[in-house]
């Protein structure tokens, strides 16, 4: 168990107290509001992809996939971002409550990812005839991938390690410095990966095709706040069992 009393608080308790203030109310709203409004714009977000969008011209069927994968992307990219902001407040605060914060928003993050990943080849295997290919977007966001799932092995291998959420936050910062590159990717390098908004070549151009990506991304928006804020909540339950486990063997040893 990581013992945060051991680390060194650099700025005073009531700028702790503070904090445990901000992540509580974001965490315990999130609980308690998002579920019913996540589930409600999924629902409506999958009517609206398959009853109600055109299909495009020259992507076919397969152009359906990106309401899943941009908002997946788009929200990956905010939980990654999260994450690096919650790492350099736990760095200098050195507070157990922005560690897990972090931590959560890597979890959640990491998901989505994948999601992307996944969704990304199914579309790729259909429209360039291969699962993969080595271009500047997808090589760069495998890298944010692997930064990532870094992270989670770190947390998973030395969580008696004191020293773990120090090496994870400067990790989640280091992924989250990759974050504007692998967005601006398409702009930098040559790369064949497509502008899925208003691209005249095929993409998300109808208006009906916008208002159905504005809702999927609303409810990723929100699927994200519900399951950071479980996984927040569930990385503190973890931390309370630990910490009863380690006073229950300190009071069986023998004084």
Not at 8 to 31: A, N
Not at 119 to 141: C, E, N, P, Y
Not at 163 to 186: F, H, Q, S, W
Request: with cysteine; glycine share 6%; proline share 4%.
């Amino acid at each position: 168990m990581v013992d945060y009393g051991a680390c060194p608080q650099q700025t005073g308790g009531r700028s702790t107290d503070l904090d445990r203030v901000m992540v509580d109310f974001l965490q315990r709203w999130s609980l308690r509001l998002a579920p019913i409004p996540a589930a409600a714009l999924v629902l409506v977000s999958l009517l609206g992809v398959f009853a109600w969008v055109p299909t495009d011209k020259a992507l076919g069927l397969s152009q359906r996939i990106f309401y899943f994968h941009v908002p997946a992307a788009s929200m990956c990219f905010l939980a990654f971002g999260v994450a690096g902001a919650a790492s350099i407040a736990f760095l200098k605060t050195r507070s157990e409550i922005w560690d897990q914060a972090a931590h959560a928003a890597v979890s959640v993050g990491m998901v989505l990812a994948t999601v992307v990943l996944v969704t990304g080849s199914i579309w790729a295997h259909t429209a360039w005839g291969t699962w993969w290919t080595w271009d500047a977007r997808l090589t760069t966001f495998l890298v944010l991938w692997l930064v990532y799932a870094a992270y989670l092995l770190l947390r998973n291998l030395a969580r008696e390690n004191e020293m773990a959420p120090r090496y994870a936050a400067v990790l989640a910062i280091t992924g989250g410095l990759n974050v504007p590159l692998v967005m601006m990717a398409t702009r930098l390098f040559r790369t064949i990966h497509p502008e899925v908004i208003r691209n005249p070549e095929g993409g998300i151009s109808d208006p009906r095709m916008i208002t159905t990506l504005m809702l999927a991304m609303v409810a990723y928006l929100i699927l994200f706040m519900w399951l950071w804020a479980l996984k927040v909540a569930s990385l503190r339950l973890e931390h309370r069992i630990d910490r009863l486990l380690e006073d229950s063997y300190q009071r069986s040893l023998p004084s």
